[in-house]
């Protein structure tokens, strides 16, 4: 492990800085909400259970304080009781109740409640998921999961949470509806079984504050979307706005929901999070989702971390957003305990089709949210009109209201007359309709299309505007609603804000983990909120196109929860693994995964690749670890005893830290070295250990097929791995020795065991990746 | 009959002066279309078939009258030929020509060819159709029967045209199918069969005419909607913009249905009419469907009731719309030998939903075309801009595109500031939404909705005044895209411009006949046409909702074909009887119908009432008529042998006129009374006898039940009518005496000829009106 760790550059200091501010920022004088973590095996016998045992501490500490009233607080207070991710609670507390609290028995660590940052149905289809075959025929469709959704609550009415063809509920399973404002436990069903609702951090963070909707029930969209993608029953006759249209259906249309809110239009905290995640573990969920994250942290102050540990070592595997900030390692959710997912386009895209005066039909993209009639319109092309950027378009053009106006592409984008601003234009002169020229990737992953027209690539746009100069009475004719598979484009492709690895928070493990569909994702959607607009009237639907990693991290969970329903002795890094070393690298014309930008994507980008769900159902072989490996990773990670047990807890047997190690049986291998001005690398080797477990069926022989990265030398021993039945297992060790790199460019390839007479292939990504680049 | 004449004024001399005015307009040197009609009896056995004795006449015309060249035409020519509906044939002749033409052998007349002027699907279900029982059951949904739709042409690919569940075709329909501008024949299936267009007469009347669409393809909607009115396939997941949505489905879905386009962008002639319902007569359709009608015009030179003539004495029955005039003898179609349909409200309503800011529900009237979302908004209700009648409402509201305004109800609505004029200021004013105060009928026959907002009656309209004036801060939300059966309303209405009886072609008939749904209704739309907009935005629809008697004709059109599947020995006017006598002129409520103004609306506005399909299947008895009873009619209608002969044509028997009688064997009874000072009207009385058929399976015995008119004395004999077996016939008198009136009003019964031990019930209406009160 000494050699890797020299590839490290802990960026601690700096996040120190950011927590140390806040803290400051938030000492003067007043009191706030702590997240704080106990040791169990402290509590006294005499405490009936842990709640009775935090008030108590918080009484004593009432008593040994001198009272101080700030604004809101007239005592410290506890706000949540936390016993299943970790222990602890999260209370009210002035700097100095703090202090003593930091002196009560069992204390291990406390830290500032934070704002939490948030981040279908086509997607069955081209994860090839089918009723007779494959992963839905295995497990039911997801028959008997419950999928866990942490978000902003749910719409219960929407189709997609009808209970037609689920079975009864099992006894443990009832009693976990909680009633509130709007939603009574009549709501739930036996598709989503569970509704809770975690806003005490909120109040207590400020209590005049009036929670508008204390309840379950969604008022953002977010929840109920996420939470229809991972297991919404099938919803026939449903679309975007004509877009779309057909049977939205979930991953796992047969699992069950249980929802779990704790963002609210007042705010979304670190302890409700925490308090929510602690109740979904308790109530027994198979999987968790979550598609929020924090930006700039360290784990032991990241909620989602911390609790996401507590319920992997409870057996549940947490599937969580990769984050759409892009570019340069602004990968949330990188914990080497979370599966971390990125998003992709599918093959499905949206169309209006340009028919011009002689004949040439084009297609372009559409999403305007209605079928306009533009029919045998003027289309004009102007040189002094086509920047599509001046407010007296209007003046200029005799018979506005008819003409088709076409809107050239503008290079610099970033300055605002790009897509979006030039249909703003267009729809300010009132014109019949646009043809916008424009090849920016963000129009394409983007529902918003106040205004008749299509965009056209360069290309395309061109055989326009020759067909308009060439022509005395140019027209054309739009139609819209077009919804198509495209044959001419590969799928998938990395969606370009789809944020980037590695995880500023842990460098040792290559993040994302998983890319999985993303962009524009029908799924469910409150229908008394704005989904989209036509000029200024807005427009509500019961499903809306939405894209981001948000809408990839529950297609990830859904197909973990069919695993899980298939294979319910798999630990969460088995089912992670079977993930993984499925995943696909390549599209469908078989060559590797691309940006929208047209550049080859890097694991650092699209983890293992694309998720196969049918491949994962039976991967051959995984790399499985236990709790204790994850704690044999946390003991290596340079904590203090309180960062530690911020993760490790009370409980005797987490306490073993003789085995450090970040060497975390894990499908996928990250070497980063740093910039190197001499370029001369050949210091730089790392070891890896891994171990494989045969799920399969029998015993089976796997050979070793490596993909060298550029710049590097990979050696594994031994190269032919024999596993005698099920359940065997078998290590092997990889080393990567760096060689140089004159564009110290980030560098991928793979490995892979290759089962003899079998089926099976086992896939591992390993990436090289200058490390200064990333944390610059 | 003497007596009976002595009601009727004749209308001739008005619109022999509007004809006459017609013809010398034409008249000055051009050439101009002619629809003649010919004694194919005088036809030389040389001729090998029709049409090469009508080119030949044309020839010899050409040789016999001075050459003269007009604008377009060198010659004489013919248009078409003529043989099924009436025999002759239309031409483009100088008056030198006609002149000519009308003294060759078997000339009978000749008349101007002129414009036809233009006038779905919960109704299957408000009809109780239902497939398991009633007409559907028995007719197998129509199975096997066709329907001719004589209109715009039809949208093929609409999904209510698909042909699943359809059985094969017979071979005598194959062929039928008529290729032509963007149609070929394999647009025709085994739902749509034929598909045939006639636009000579326009090409005659214009040869410089461009037929943009010179085929049976639909370019305005009209067409497309009636033939799937009547016979479109099950269509799911279809709806107006949301609205309404379900499955669309015509009346009689499995009916065929073949198209006749004789309405083109460029115009409808009559000598195109007659040739669609001459080639559809030929082609054997069972029923014909025509939601047009002509204004004022004479029997003898109206299209429509001529080739309707000639369609009914060859067994088909036409169902044609009673026109969209509203009050005052406009009813279009009033021929003896037509179907003539009023239109109807269904049960079904458009919303909005307005919820308070005090939580008041309050459910208004909207059909905007989209769910906008208009949630908390502050609520404005000002008497100076109640009116919203001023450009200015922008600029004297603080924060516009936020507000909610009230629009008052404006009593003048006539004068402009009505519903529409409101909803296009809010529109510029860019207001989040509008509240109309309105209790105008038309605004809930029209599906135009450009703008968010509901319209409310008046009580709730101060409902919601005086909760703003309560308020401090008032505000609302409003919720769209709400369908539903209200409950609270009688059902059906009759719709505010369904055109009133009698007719002014002839008064002996109370017409309209029958009414059937026709506001509202969801059928298939052409995808490429404006359906409905939002501001300035035009939208297309595949389903949309429209209104009018030509909604109404192709649900009767549906109903006789079903009532022709089960009882093919029926004739036409067996089958127009089985639908009156058992149609309801009761609401849901078990009252009178009304009009949308709550008056109680008479025979002259519903006639026998609202079609009951399941009862016509079933009527007990028939007021049947044989064409020689058609031809006594036209007998006694004091035609000249010309006009005569225009129905009659050249057949033997048809000649008879030795049983003059206007005493038709109709199932209504009309008495009408000039107006008279005195009031005196003891002299007034008027005599019918009628004849019924058992079309029950046995015999039976039916005792009568008369509800008598206001200000009259009916009188039948006998009382009690015994029928010994199925098809026996049965004779009774029936005699009305008018003993004065006050107010001079219409008034109106019915007999009821109920069945002892039985089912069945044979209702005719009674109606008395003030003739001269009509013609004025």
């Known amino acids: 492990?000494?050699?890797?760790?020299?590839?490290?550059?802990?960026?601690?200091?700096?996040?120190?800085?950011?927590?140390?501010?806040?803290?400051?920022?938030?000492?003067?004088?007043?009191?706030?909400?702590?997240i704080v973590h106990l040791d169990?095996?402290?509590?006294?016998?005499?405490?009936?259970?842990?709640?009775?045992?935090?008030?108590?501490?918080?009484d004593s500490i009432k008593a040994a304080v001198p009272s101080s009233v700030d604004r809101f607080h007239s005592a410290p207070k506890l706000v949540y009781s936390y016993d299943n991710v970790f222990h602890g609670f999260s209370a009210v507390l002035s700097i100095d109740e703090?202090?003593?609290?930091?002196?009560?028995?069992?204390?291990?660590?406390?830290?500032?409640?934070?704002t939490v940052e948030p981040q279908t149905t086509h997607t069955s289809d081209f994860l090839k998921l089918a009723p007779s075959s494959g992963l839905w025929k295995a497990s039911g469709l997801g028959q008997d999961v419950i999928i866990g959704v942490l978000d902003g609550g749910i719409w219960p009415e929407s189709a997609s949470f009808r209970d037609d063809g689920m079975p009864e509920i099992p006894k443990r399973w009832k009693g976990i509806c909680k009633p509130g404002t709007q939603f009574n436990t009549s709501m739930c069903n036996r598709k989503l079984i569970g509704a809770n609702y975690f806003n005490k951090g909120i109040l207590a963070n400020d209590p005049t504050i009036n929670i508008s909707m204390n309840s379950a029930r969604d008022t953002d969209g977010h929840g109920t979307h996420c939470a229809s993608i991972a297991a919404g029953n099938f919803a026939r006759g449903v679309s975007h706005f004509g877009y779309?249209?057909?049977?939205?259906?979930?991953v796992a249309p047969r699992a069950r929901i249980a929802v779990y809110k704790f963002s609210f239009d007042e705010g979304e905290l670190t302890s409700d999070l925490i308090a929510a995640m602690d109740q979904a573990v308790a109530d027994g969920v198979d999987v968790i989702s979550i598609s929020f994250g924090y930006g700039l942290i360290p784990l032991y102050e990241d909620a989602i971390s911390i609790a996401s540990f507590g319920a992997m070592m409870k057996g549940v595997l947490v599937s969580a957003a990769a984050g759409n900030d892009g570019r340069g390692a602004n990968v949330l959710n990188g914990s080497p305990w979370i599966l971390c997912v990125a998003s992709g386009h599918t093959d499905r895209r949206f169309a209006g089709t340009l028919t011009l005066g002689n004949g040439l039909k084009i297609r372009g993209w559409s999403l305007f949210p209605a079928r306009a009639f533009v029919k045998d319109s003027p289309l004009i092309y102007n040189k002094t009109l086509a920047a599509c950027d001046s407010d007296e378009l209007l003046s200029q053009l005799s018979d506005p209201e008819r003409t088709i106006l076409i809107c050239d592409y503008n290079a610099d984008e970033e300055v605002g007359f790009g897509f979006s601003s030039q249909i703003s234009q267009v729809n300010q002169a009132r014109l019949k309709a646009g043809i916008f020229i424009s090849e920016d990737p963000r129009v394409f992953q983007s529902s918003s299309f106040p205004y008749p027209g299509v965009v056209v690539d360069k290309k395309k746009g061109n055989q326009i505007i020759n067909y308009v100069k060439s022509s005395v009475a140019p027209t054309a004719t739009i139609t819209f609603h077009e919804t198509y598979?495209?044959?001419?484009?590969?799928?998938?492709?990395?969606a370009g804000n789809s944020a980037q690895g590695p995880s500023k928070s842990y460098l040792g493990i290559a993040k994302p983990d998983i890319m999985a569909p993303g962009v524009l994702i029908l799924a469910a959607f409150p229908p008394n909120l704005v989904s989209e607009s036509i000029q200024n009237i807005q427009l509500t639907s019961d499903y809306e196109l939405k894209s981001g990693t948000s809408m990839a991290t529950p297609h990830a969970a859904g197909i973990a929860a069919m695993l899980k329903a298939v294979h319910p002795e798999w630990s969460p890094s088995a089912i992670r693994s079977a993930m993984m070393t499925t995943a696909n690298p390549l599209d469908n014309t078989k060559k590797p995964i691309r940006r929208d930008n047209n550049v080859v994507a890097t694991p650092l980008e699209i983890g293992a690749g694309h998720v196969d769900p049918n491949r994962a159902l039976d991967p051959g072989l995984v790399y499985d670890a236990t709790p204790q490996d994850y704690i044999n990773l946390i003991c290596s990670m340079n904590f203090t005893e309180e960062q530690f047990k911020t993760f490790a807890r009370s409980s005797a047997n987490y306490h073993d830290c003789s085995n450090p190690s970040a060497d975390l049986n894990y499908p996928s291998f990250i070497a980063l070295y740093p910039f190197n001005p001499e370029r001369n690398y050949t210091w730089l080797e790392q070891k890896f250990r891994r171990t494989l477990t045969n799920v399969g069926e029998a015993g089976a022989t796997y050979k070793l097929k490596i993909e060298t990265p550029k710049n590097s030398k990979v050696s594994v021993s031994p190269q032919k791995l024999v596993f005698k039945g099920k359940n065997d297992k078998q290590s092997y060790s990889l080393t990567i020795r760096y060689v140089g790199d004159?564009?110290?460019?980030?560098?991928?390839?793979?490995?892979?065991?290759?089962?003899e007479n079998g089926n099976h292939s086992v896939r591992s990504p390993i990436v090289t990746s200058l490390i200064v680049q990333v944390w610059e």
């Open 1 to 34: 492990m000494g050699s890797r760790m020299g590839f490290l550059y802990f960026p601690h200091l700096i996040l120190f800085s950011w927590a140390l501010s806040a803290h400051l920022l938030l000492a003067i004088g007043q009191r706030s909400t702590y």
């Open 40 to 58: 169990k095996s402290f509590m006294p016998t005499v405490f009936a259970d842990h709640h009775h045992w935090h008030s108590s501490t918080i």
């Open 98 to 114: 703090l202090a003593a609290l930091k002196k009560s028995p069992g204390f291990i660590s406390a830290y500032n409640d934070r």
């Open 244 to 250: 779309a249209a057909g049977t939205a259906r979930g």
């Open 485 to 494: 598979v495209d044959k001419e484009r590969p799928a998938p492709v990395l």
């Open 742 to 755: 004159n564009d110290q460019s980030t560098n991928f390839g793979s490995i892979t065991w290759v089962e």
